[in-house]
């Protein structure tokens, strides 16, 4: 059993690194007991992700949710032949993840099949159960039964994964709307998107970030610099996206180039090897 589920957990690491390389540099700088926990978390996101964006030449609402049904499964039977089911719920049994962030996230997940306009209550939920409780999960992993400490930090792990959220929803504008249909932003028409609704958003997420700074400085040791590396990875990527006007954002992806990531990583151990994070 134990080669399987060490099977599972290398399948979601696998899954990291191809679909992100900031995050994987990311888990790379947690203490090494929490490398397979987070790549569990990702794996399973990652998943639930993919079946709502990418897979348009099938039925999505099926696939969706039998990856629904059989994530509930897996956490019941805590076995799973779908490796990435598996490794999930080998986290979730392990650090009690709390059942209501799994179906807030499947709740958001499942709002993306549909084409729509998002209103200011439709849109806080979404980033709730999209990003808020990804913080949150997370954040019970790094907190390892310490209720007191999760209870301290848990709203501005929230504020965090709405700050990365939101973010790329900025970067992404362009493709959410052409190939998805999607407008998150409430009260943005995209194609009267201009600089004073983009300031209005950039105003939201720098709040969100402000937030969770505070928060991220109080984590555990060993999670901390992965956090941070995350942390500056996306204020980084927000930096650049701020420094452009509307019509690009509406033209172009804006990403962080992977030497600017190295850098970024190498800057950040050696804040927290000078105790500065």
Request: hydrophobic share 40%.
């Amino acid at each position: 059993m134990e080669l399987f589920n060490q099977t599972s957990l290398e399948c979601s690491r696998l899954i990291t690194q191809r679909y992100s390389t900031s995050f994987t540099l990311g888990i790379k700088t947690l203490d090494k007991k929490f490398h397979f926990p987070i790549y569990g978390i990702y794996g399973f996101v990652r998943f639930a992700d993919e079946i709502v964006d990418t897979f348009h030449a099938f039925d999505r609402e099926k696939l969706f949710n039998e990856f629904r049904e059989n994530t509930w499964l897996a956490i019941e039977n805590k076995i799973s032949l779908n490796p990435v089911l598996h490794a999930f719920q080998l986290v979730v049994h392990q650090y009690n993840i709390d059942r209501v962030y799994i179906e807030a996230f499947l709740k958001s997940m499942e709002m993306d099949l549909d084409e729509k306009q998002y209103c200011r209550e439709l849109y806080d939920e979404y980033i709730y159960g999209s990003a808020e409780v990804v913080g949150l999960m997370c954040l019970q992993v790094f907190c390892e039964g310490d209720k007191t400490k999760f209870e301290e930090l848990k709203e501005a792990a929230r504020s965090l994964g709405a700050a990365f959220q939101k973010v790329n929803f900025l970067r992404d504008i362009k493709s959410d709307f052409q190939e998805r249909g999607r407008v998150y932003f409430p009260k943005v028409n995209f194609h009267g998107f201009d600089n004073l609704a983009k300031n209005e958003i950039e105003a939201d997420i720098e709040n969100d970030f402000e937030k969770a700074y505070v928060g991220m400085l109080a984590l555990p040791k060993s999670a901390r610099m992965g956090v941070y590396l995350a942390y500056i990875y996306y204020r980084k990527l927000f930096r650049k996206i701020k420094a452009l006007p509307a019509a690009r954002i509406l033209n172009e992806r804006v990403r962080v180039p992977d030497n600017a990531k190295i850098a970024l990583l190498l800057g950040s151990y050696v804040r927290y090897r000078l105790n500065t994070i």
